[in-house]
């Protein structure tokens, strides 16, 4: 993909705006927290049941109050202050993480104890995310959202690459142990974004309250083609692809590593994905953004496939690598188009559909995962699932022409 624009400010301007700074500190905290819980949870569950079908439930408690909330949540970030959300949702996160490192330290903690802890995570994320999404065009200067949705990808991916891994290594010092650290990673993500000082005022809705008001934002997506095709493009894709559930069975019985190795599965995506933030950082697309994003898809797709059929660390490890480099070209389109083509007021209720379209893949692509596994069998779930999100790739093409021939995300 090669860069298309002559002139580029530099990136680094980015986080010496103070705003932003915190706001980036803030989301990598969050998400050291969150996928270090990822590894962790499903380890522990793993290791109590030795179910798949216990692992997809994972995604499903997890999702659940994503569907019940999501509308409510981006009602709720569009008249209240977004960063007194998002750090009401981190002080609840971190008292339930400490709650599962007292009941893992203990030794009491059961496995229905776990799924509560994960819908209580589920609950606040539904909230915490809308408000946080919406927030990002408040922080960056004018012009520079690409630029700042890359980097904000890339806080991401660094907390990706190397929560897992924090979470394998540390969960075999004792299972408390990563839940103690979740807490405290919470905790500064509440601090930092005390902080954030936003330098313009945040456009509020003023309509009056109503029960077409908290879904407006469905029809807002529904009526704007690009949006609906790009967020239902990502649903269906990651629904069908994703094989997260899956690594701790790759990990166990097919590869044939422990905790460790199930960290640097769940970090080795974020490798890819933290390399080609940094390279949008630098060189945003500027020009075919529609057709890069399909492609994107197509190659995450091809990349899961072979992760699916691999028996080797290594062809295994190159797979999610390749996998992570591809998703994120999807995922800063996305953002990018979802947040300039949404005025401010309505910034917060479009992300919570947003959410709950990436919400539903990943946590229910997680459920279908485990359930197609405790069905037919690892291997077979995770080929599947690789060659359906090429062929829904290949017919949103169709079905989405207008979103296929999206030039400029100016």
Same mark, same amino acid.
């Not at 083609?225 to 094989?243: M, R, Y």
């Not at 997260?244 to 460790?260: E, N, R």
């Given at each position: 993909?090669? %860069?298309?624009?002559?002139?580029?400010?530099?990136?680094?301007?980015?986080?010496?705006?103070?705003?932003?700074?915190?706001?980036?500190?803030?989301?990598?905290?969050?998400?050291?927290?969150?996928?270090?819980?990822?590894?962790?949870?499903? *380890?522990?569950?793993?290791?109590?049941?030795?179910?798949?079908?216990?692992?997809?439930?994972?995604?499903?408690?997890?999702?659940?109050?994503?569907?019940?909330?999501?509308?409510?949540?981006?009602?709720?970030?569009?008249?209240?202050?977004?960063?007194?959300?998002? &750090?009401?949702? &981190?002080? $609840?996160?971190?008292?339930?993480?400490?709650?599962?490192?007292?009941?893992?330290?203990?030794?009491?903690?059961?496995?229905?104890?776990?799924?509560?802890?994960?819908?209580?995570?589920?609950?606040?994320?539904?909230?915490?995310? %809308?408000?946080?999404?919406?927030?990002?065009?408040?922080?960056?200067?004018?012009?520079?959202?690409?630029?700042?949705?890359?980097?904000?990808?890339?806080?991401?991916?660094?907390?990706?690459?190397?929560?897992?891994?924090?979470?394998?290594?540390?969960?075999?010092?004792?299972?408390?142990?990563?839940?103690?650290?979740?807490?405290?990673?919470?905790?500064?993500?509440?601090?930092?974004?005390?902080?954030?000082?936003?330098?313009?005022?945040?456009?509020?809705?003023?309509?009056?309250?109503? *029960?077409?008001?908290?879904?407006?934002?469905?029809?807002?997506?529904?009526?704007?083609?690009?949006?609906?095709?790009?967020?239902?493009?990502?649903?269906?894709?990651?629904?069908?692809?994703?094989?997260?559930?899956?690594?701790?069975?790759?990990?166990?019985?097919?590869?044939?590593?422990?905790? *460790? =190795?199930?960290?640097?599965?769940?970090?080795?995506?974020?490798?890819?994905?933290?390399?080609?933030?940094?390279?949008?950082?630098?060189?945003?697309?500027?020009?075919?953004?529609?057709?890069?994003?399909?492609?994107?898809?197509?190659?995450?797709?091809?990349?899961?496939?072979?992760?699916?059929?691999?028996?080797?660390?290594?062809?295994?490890?190159?797979?999610?690598?390749?996998?992570?480099?591809?998703?994120?070209?999807?995922?800063?389109?996305?953002?990018?188009?979802? &947040?300039?083509?949404?005025?401010?007021?309505?910034?917060?209720? $479009?992300?919570?559909?947003?959410?709950?379209?990436?919400?539903?893949?990943?946590?229910?692509?997680?459920?279908?995962?485990?359930?197609?596994?405790?069905?037919? =069998?690892?291997?077979?779930?995770?080929?599947?699932?690789?060659?359906?999100?090429?062929? $829904?790739?290949?017919?949103?093409?169709?079905?989405? %022409?207008?979103?296929?021939?999206?030039?400029?995300?100016?």
């Amino acid at each position: 993909m090669r %860069p298309m624009q002559a002139e580029i400010a530099p990136s680094r301007g980015l986080l010496r705006h103070p705003p932003f700074t915190f706001y980036f500190l803030g989301r990598v905290f969050s998400e050291f927290a969150y996928q270090i819980s990822a590894v962790a949870i499903g *380890w522990q569950i793993y290791a109590m049941t030795h179910s798949a079908f216990a692992l997809g439930m994972v995604g499903l408690a997890q999702f659940l109050p994503t569907l019940v909330l999501t509308f409510t949540a981006g009602h709720v970030a569009d008249r209240h202050d977004r960063r007194r959300i998002v &750090q009401l949702c &981190q002080l $609840v996160e971190a008292g339930t993480a400490l709650f599962l490192a007292l009941g893992s330290f203990g030794g009491w903690l059961t496995v229905p104890e776990i799924f509560a802890a994960v819908m209580v995570f589920g609950t606040a994320t539904a909230f915490e995310s %809308p408000a946080a999404a919406a927030l990002l065009p408040a922080v960056v200067p004018d012009g520079m959202l690409q630029r700042g949705t890359a980097l904000s990808t890339g806080a991401f991916q660094v907390a990706i690459v190397s929560g897992p891994a924090l979470g394998g290594l540390t969960y075999a010092l004792g299972s408390w142990v990563p839940y103690a650290i979740m807490a405290a990673f919470w905790l500064l993500g509440m601090a930092v974004t005390a902080a954030i000082r936003l330098d313009r005022p945040v456009e509020t809705a003023r309509e009056a309250a109503s *029960w077409g008001d908290m879904f407006a934002g469905v029809g807002f997506v529904r009526n704007n083609q690009a949006i609906l095709g790009t967020i239902s493009l990502d649903l269906f894709a990651v629904l069908l692809g994703g094989a997260t559930a899956l690594m701790p069975i790759y990990a166990a019985d097919i590869l044939h590593t422990g905790p *460790w =190795g199930l960290g640097v599965l769940r970090g080795a995506p974020a490798i890819g994905a933290l390399a080609m933030s940094v390279y949008l950082t630098r060189w945003p697309i500027a020009r075919r953004t529609g057709l890069r994003m399909f492609q994107a898809v197509i190659l995450f797709g091809l990349g899961t496939v072979v992760f699916a059929v691999s028996r080797d660390m290594t062809l295994s490890l190159i797979a999610l690598v390749f996998m992570g480099a591809a998703d994120t070209v999807s995922m800063v389109i996305r953002i990018s188009l979802v &947040q300039l083509a949404t005025p401010d007021a309505m910034r917060g209720r $479009v992300s919570a559909v947003n959410f709950l379209f990436v919400n539903a893949s990943n946590q229910l692509g997680e459920f279908r995962a485990g359930l197609a596994a405790a069905l037919m =069998g690892t291997v077979p779930a995770a080929l599947m699932g690789g060659i359906g999100t090429v062929a $829904v790739a290949l017919l949103w093409m169709k079905l989405f %022409p207008k979103l296929k021939s999206w030039d400029r995300l100016e």
